[in-house]
């Protein structure tokens, strides 16, 4: 299954929010971004916007268990149970955990998470600074948690995926983030 979707917010292009793998799920564009709902085991979302530099940001909104947000090297292979494959890192919203698959050499979760339990409605902010190689994951508007890695992948994409068809929403741009990005970085 692949789908495009894309909308023009005032001056800013939002990328196109493309799926892959199989199963069912509705993707519904909104002046913030995109919602998601109803997604198989065995399918993920991701926003076609594949960084090699840079600093960037974007938000999703927890409305269901499940939720497994964050980044990943590989968009074209689906695999089963969460749907990704290929290196990938984030946060698994239903405990929290956070986890960063093989692939990223000497990469470390710091203090590990630092935020609250994730409740339905808790914005996920991810700043990405590529060029530095860390995800900073942030609850709220609060920094919760930073990954670093030392060398791997070298193309990544944001990753939306899920476990047992939760629903979310992914916020995007000026207009449709809650929060400013942090100081340096910029809109995906």
Request: proline share 6%.
């Amino acid at each position: 299954m692949l789908m495009r979707n894309r909308m023009l917010l005032g001056g800013y292009r939002k990328p196109v929010l493309m799926t892959t793998g199989a199963g069912p799920g509705t993707i519904t564009p909104n002046t913030a971004g995109y919602a998601l709902s109803g997604f198989a085991d065995t399918c993920f979302a991701w926003l076609d916007a594949p960084k090699t530099q840079g600093k960037w940001y974007w938000e999703v909104v927890k409305q269901g268990s499940h939720g497994l947000f964050g980044i990943a090297d590989d968009v074209a292979t689906s695999a089963s149970y969460g749907g990704y494959s290929g290196a990938n890192a984030g946060i698994y919203t239903t405990t929290p955990s956070l986890w960063a698959d093989a692939g990223w050499t000497g990469a470390s979760w710091g203090g590990g998470w630092s935020g609250a339990a994730v409740a339905n409605g808790d914005v996920l902010g991810f700043a990405l600074d590529v060029d530095s190689k860390t995800l900073r994951i942030y609850q709220n508007n609060t920094l919760a948690a930073t990954l670093s890695w030392t060398s791997g992948p070298t193309t990544l994409w944001p990753l939306i995926a899920f476990q047992f068809g939760p629903a979310a929403q992914v916020n995007l741009g000026p207009s449709g983030c809650t929060y400013a990005p942090p100081a340096g970085y910029t809109h995906i």
